[in-house]
């Protein structure tokens, strides 16, 4: 029972008074109260866990090169491309969920970051790919044009 009201303390929802002034009003025979208790906690648990759900990424599309050392993320939600060993980076928040790879895929962004003028075409083809750094077969040829330099490699969706 002990447990169950620590929980609720935890979550902000009982004070450490109020915790205690039901500790001493239970008897042995409060089931009633300590099953309430354990449905409220229950509820905020199952409530928590579905908004942490929601939020959730999930990574579709995977691309790396070894020239100069970039990779791309496609997510449901976002895409990500790191390029120049870490050097620079884009994050483009609330793309597309629809990712359809049966025929290849290419999408374009085009905005102005912190005054300076950011474009990016991505182009996924369904053809298959060497990765000349580690020399494993991917089934994606991927290109990636990023403020007019161009990075070439391999990916392949995640599974």
Same mark, same amino acid.
């Given at each position: 029972?002990?447990?169950?009201?620590?929980?609720?303390?935890?979550?902000?929802?009982?004070?450490?008074?109020?915790?205690?002034?039901?500790?001493?009003?239970?008897?042995?025979?409060?089931?009633?109260?300590?099953?309430?208790?354990?449905?409220?906690?229950?509820?905020?648990?199952?409530?928590?866990?579905?908004?942490?759900? !929601?939020? =959730?990424?999930?990574?579709?599309?995977?691309?790396?090169?070894?020239? /100069?050392?970039? &990779?791309?993320?496609? $997510? %449901? +939600?976002?895409?990500?491309?790191?390029?120049?060993?870490?050097?620079?980076?884009?994050?483009?928040?609330?793309?597309?969920?629809?990712?359809?790879?049966?025929?290849?895929?290419?999408?374009?962004?085009?905005?102005?970051?912190?005054?300076?003028?950011?474009?990016?075409?991505?182009?996924? !083809?369904? =053809?298959?790919?060497?990765?000349?750094?580690?020399?494993?077969?991917? /089934?994606?040829? &991927?290109?990636?044009? $990023? %403020? +007019?330099?161009?990075?070439?490699?391999?990916?392949?969706?995640?599974?």
């Amino acid at each position: 029972m002990k447990k169950y009201l620590l929980a609720l303390a935890c979550f902000g929802l009982l004070s450490c008074d109020q915790i205690q002034k039901i500790d001493k009003q239970m008897d042995a025979d409060s089931t009633d109260i300590a099953n309430e208790i354990s449905d409220l906690t229950t509820g905020t648990l199952q409530a928590l866990d579905k908004l942490s759900e !929601e939020g =959730k990424s999930e990574l579709i599309f995977v691309a790396r090169g070894s020239e /100069s050392g970039w &990779v791309a993320e496609y $997510y %449901n +939600d976002k895409f990500k491309l790191v390029t120049d060993y870490g050097k620079d980076s884009l994050i483009i928040k609330n793309i597309s969920k629809h990712f359809d790879l049966k025929d290849g895929y290419s999408f374009s962004y085009k905005n102005t970051e912190a005054g300076k003028e950011v474009r990016l075409n991505v182009k996924i !083809e369904d =053809k298959a790919c060497v990765d000349e750094a580690t020399a494993e077969k991917k /089934s994606k040829t &991927v290109t990636i044009t $990023y %403020n +007019d330099k161009v990075y070439k490699g391999c990916g392949e969706e995640v599974k």
